[in-house]
């Protein structure tokens, strides 16, 4: 039985192959059609999807009748003109929608979920969890913009939820916007920047945006268009990032408002629930800097690497397997793309690292989610003080984005302070002081923190030998860590992409090791 989920026609799109229970695919439309977050689906990814199955379901990630129905509510009469998601892949590809049944062509059976629904399946059943509270947080769905929910003997819940235009992603969105970012997009930037800044704003931001309220999410205005030109006034000279100084202290304070926001609805999910367990999803869990305050509620939480929009086509995929046969997906890891074949490049890494250079790694299937980690990574040796210059004469990037770690994850505890002691942070979920920060410059930020990824031999037995390797000879568990991807452009998909990255920077990209 082989399923297809698919989200798309908001932004970020992605598909998802689940047969018999294994996940066979999940991937991006914008790392084939290189553009950048793209919202619509594209033949290419379909057809590494696919590989020529036949979908016996396709799934969709939210209702497109309620969606149309807010929509037009808002007053966008346009709406009803649009196609729905279902709509446009009928019409784009047919090849996959349609079936022969007896000598007459019929649809492929379809169902579309909620939104929330799928965020929250997406969390839970790539989870271990037999029982948590699941709080969804993410710009909108069809009306809902928070949710939380109960998994319980092996039932799905809603126990709350927060409807449209009360939104703590479109707050965080339209904070990212006002400082002249682009919405939907560069909010991982709005939260780099919060570390250059004071929370000057928190409390009038509070005042002015939301009610006082048992709900902290309840909000007094609809923020779809932005806040208002003259909500803070941005004057002075801009820096070399294109800023104003008072944008700085924006971000931070609408960061403090995130992170005490997240906090007070995951506690509000505790007391629905009583549960030690959580799973965290929608956009807003992206949100690394935030999440490790969860640990003073939870003991064990759960973030699955693609908790956004584009992950919802796993969800989707995943929830109507369960639903079918009461089983969950296997859940092996984020590694789920397009597939660069041949042995990880160990051998050739430590070459570049002996002789101290910057150097990439695509190989084997790509991350299913916003973060690369080792399948398209720009790696190099941490220690010392010019790596990060070097590394941004790279990568051209503000300085305020931080270069992440990823780290054995038996040496985790010896570098980081974890929220929690033992913590693993597989897929970089959240951020620690660094204990020697005066040691490995490169991957600290503005405020002491690192972006940790942790690495055992299970998650990816490559990167693990190749750190492990690198520690042997020089003492050092960890390499920094950053995204694979031409400025501007999606994170290099295959091995074409590799090169033209390896020839726009002069940088060495190792693809595999010996022979294919
Ligand atoms: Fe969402």
Redesign the pocket.
């Known amino acids: 039985m082989i399923i297809l989920g698919i989200s798309s026609m908001f932004h970020d799109a992605s598909v998802t192959v689940i047969e018999d229970g294994k996940i066979l695919f999940a991937g991006h439309a914008e790392r084939y059609s290189k553009n950048k977050n793209d919202r619509f689906l594209n033949k290419a990814l379909i057809r590494d999807a696919l590989k020529n199955r036949v979908p016996d379901y396709i799934v969709y990630h939210e209702n497109s009748f309620l969606k149309k129905l807010r929509l037009i509510r808002a007053g966008n009469w346009q709406a009803l003109k649009e196609p729905t998601q279902q709509q446009w892949v009928n019409d784009f590809y047919p090849e996959i929608t349609h079936q022969i049944i007896g000598n007459e062509i019929g649809l492929v059976p379809t169902r579309q979920f909620l939104?929330h629904e799928t965020?929250a399946a997406a969390g839970v059943l790539t989870s271990t969890f037999d029982e948590c509270a699941v709080v969804v947080l993410?710009a909108i769905?069809e009306f809902d913009t928070a949710s939380i929910w109960h998994w319980r003997n092996g039932k799905l819940k809603k126990k709350h939820s927060t409807k449209f235009p009360s939104s703590l992603g479109l707050f965080y969105s339209a904070a990212t916007h006002y400082v002249g970012l682009k919405p939907n997009e560069d909010e991982y930037i709005l939260m780099g920047m919060a570390a250059y800044g004071k929370p000057t704003f928190k409390r009038y931001m509070e005042e002015e945006l939301f009610k006082q309220s048992k709900n902290p999410i309840d909000m007094t205005v609809n923020l779809q268009r932005g806040l208002t030109p003259n909500f803070i006034t941005r004057v002075g000279t801009k820096d070399e990032s294109g800023h104003y100084s008072v944008d700085y202290d924006i971000a931070a304070s609408a960061q403090a408002v995130v992170e005490d926001k997240i906090f007070q609805y995951a506690l509000k999910a505790q007391q629905l629930t009583g549960s030690k367990n959580l799973v965290f999803m929608?956009?807003v869990a992206l949100n690394c800097v935030a999440n490790r305050h969860l640990f003073k509620l939870y003991d064990n939480i759960h973030i699955m690497p693609n908790p956004?929009?584009a992950g919802s086509s796993l969800g989707a995929a995943a929830l109507q397997y369960y639903k079918l046969t009461g089983n969950r997906v296997e859940w092996q890891g984020p590694y789920l793309g397009y597939n660069i074949q041949g042995k990880y490049p160990v051998k050739k890494a430590l070459r570049s690292l002996e002789r101290g250079e910057i150097f990439g790694i695509a190989n084997g299937r790509a991350e299913f989610g916003p973060r690369a980690l080792g399948n398209r990574s720009l790696l190099a040796d941490p220690r010392g003080g010019d790596i990060k210059d070097r590394m941004n004469a790279i990568k051209k990037r503000q300085k305020f984005r931080p270069f992440a770690p990823v780290i054995l994850e038996e040496h985790c505890d010896e570098y980081f302070e974890m929220p929690v002691k033992g913590l693993t942070s597989p897929y970089m979920q959240f951020v620690a002081k660094c204990k020697y920060p005066e040691l490995f410059p490169a991957i600290i930020h503005a405020d002491g923190t690192s972006r940790v990824q942790t690495v055992n031999k299970e998650q990816h037995p490559g990167l693990y030998e190749l750190l492990t390797k690198f520690y042997k000879r020089t003492g050092c568990p960890m390499l920094v860590n950053t995204s694979l991807n031409i400025k501007g452009q999606p994170i290099v998909n295959d091995e074409k992409d590799a090169a033209a990255f390896a020839e726009y920077y002069g940088v060495k990209v190792h693809t595999h090791d010996g022979r294919r």
Do not use: E, I, P
């Open positions: 939104h965020h993410d769905g929608g956009g956004g929009d």
